[in-house]
T-cell receptor, first 115, second 113 residues
């Protein structure tokens, strides 16, 4: 298994540009999520999905869209990039263990710089 | 609202010495607590979790964590630190009845040879 993969690894955008951060997992996990990591703030949840066709907002959803057309893929779209969206973005997926509790597995991250 | 606090931005320890990375939590109901580690330019890796049962939880790479309900703490520990343990450590709590994790701000562990 490749686990959770993210592309691109690094991206530079100009203010106002749009782009899509890709995330894929090959573990048949139902739950997927996007976080952003900023210095001194830990990880903050942007959007998440509990299965194909179902998405919901996290803590900081503004400026981002998601969709979940398949179990494997969970792309994150920036509609009109702003400097405040400069961050490192992590995708994660999870499955319930024998106790029914989820353990999340993270991708390697996408480093985004918005000028 | 659920939350976790990591009071130390950085912890410095000499190789071979025991280490502790602190975490306190605030949750309604039973806490589901996690520790993750992030090495430079990498994603987060799961270390261990507490769901129920023994207060001392053993995880990957020789780490363990002690759940203390009266002190609402879940400190990460290791008896003998390695230079390779140097990384960023995150404590997290699962929001009840969801799969969402709420992360602390992270603690950078620096182990000196």
């Amino acid at each position: 298994n490749a686990g959770v993969t993210q592309t691109p690894k690094f991206q530079v955008l100009k203010t106002g540009q749009s782009m899509t951060l890709q995330c894929a997992q090959d573990m048949n996990h139902e739950y997927m999520s996007w976080y952003r990591q900023d210095p001194g703030m830990g990880l903050r949840l942007i959007h998440y999905s509990v299965g194909a066709g179902i998405t919901d907002q996290g803590e900081v959803p503004n400026g981002y869209n998601v969709s979940r057309s398949t179990t494997e893929d969970f792309p994150l779209r920036l509609l009109s990039a702003a400097p405040s969206q400069t961050s490192v973005y992590f995708c994660a997926s999870s499955f319930p263990d024998r106790e029914g509790q989820e353990t999340q597995y993270f991708g390697p991250g996408t480093r985004l710089l918005v000028l | 609202a659920q939350s976790v606090a990591q009071p130390e931005d950085q912890v410095n320890v000499a190789e071979g010495n025991p280490l502790t990375v602190k975490c306190t939590y605030s949750v309604s109901g039973n806490p589901y607590l996690f520790w993750y580690v992030q090495y430079p330019n990498r994603g987060l890796q799961f270390l261990l979790k507490y769901i129920t049962g023994d207060n001392l939880v053993k995880g990957s790479y020789g780490f363990e964590a002690e759940f203390n309900k009266s002190q609402t703490s879940f400190h990460l520990k290791k008896p003998s630190a390695l230079v390779s343990d140097s990384a960023l450590y995150f404590c997290a709590v699962r929001e009840p009845n969801t799969d969402k994790l709420i992360f602390g701000t992270g603690t950078r562990l620096q182990v000196f040879p």
